[in-house]
Structures are given as C-alpha cells and as structure tokens.
Nanobody, 114 residues
Framework: QVQLVESGGGLVQPGGSLRLSCAAS????????MGWYRQSPGRPRELVAY???????TYADSVKGRFTISRDSAKNAVYLQMNSLKPEDTAVYYC????????WGQGTQVTVSS
C-alpha cells in the first residue's frame, strides 16, 4: 500500500508562484510514473503534468511554460513548481503515483485570487 502526502498549496495572487510537494511512502516499485492532477468545482479531474522514472515529462497545454515538474526518486518525492499563476489555475491539486497500483494523495488547495 502506498501513501501520498501533498503540501505547499495556499492562496496566491495572479502572477505569483507556488511549489507543491508530494512524498510517497510504502511499497513503491521502480519504473513508476508520478504526476499531478487538478480538479475545480463542477469540472472533471484533469492531468497537469507527469514525470517518468527516467525523467521524461509531459504537461497539459494550459500549463506549458509556466509549470515545471520534477522528482527525487531517492526520496520518492515529486514536485510541481508553478509560476505565473492565473485564476483559472485555482483547483485542488492531487498527487498521483502509477505503478502496479494507482495511488492518490488527499489533495491540496491552490487558490489564485487578488
């Protein structure tokens, strides 16, 4: 069983930055993919970015050039640096680990508002 714990959410003004962190614990197999999803009220959960165990990254078009995903495999951690934040980035952000099983964190709220 895998546990994922996110941190780093909060309230930020448009144009500001936040850095989300996610720490995974438990039985974690190699070759996994870690990523971030987000969900705002009334909308389905959507992919923000993911990173493979070899460092290959993929981003949603809406965050390309503004967000950067990274990972520390030794710590089983994944990070999301979010710059130039917009009000439409407001959502609950979820950490995800894809391995032999799919695991989700509890989510962290990000609010972009003046």
């Amino acid at each position: 069983q895998v546990q994922l714990v996110e941190s780093g959410g909060g309230l930020v003004q448009p144009g500001g930055s936040l850095r989300l962190s996610c720490a995974a614990s438990g039985i974690i197999y190699s070759g996994n993919i870690m990523g971030w999803y987000r969900q705002s009220p009334g909308r389905p959960r959507e992919l923000v970015a993911y990173i493979t165990s070899t460092g290959v990254t993929t981003y949603a078009d809406s965050v390309k050039g503004r967000f950067t995903i990274s990972r520390d495999s030794a710590k089983n951690a994944v990070y999301l640096q979010m710059n130039s934040l917009k009000p439409e980035d407001t959502a609950v952000y979820y950490c995800h680990l894809a391995s032999r099983v799919s695991s989700w964190g509890q989510g962290t709220q990000v609010t972009v508002s003046s």
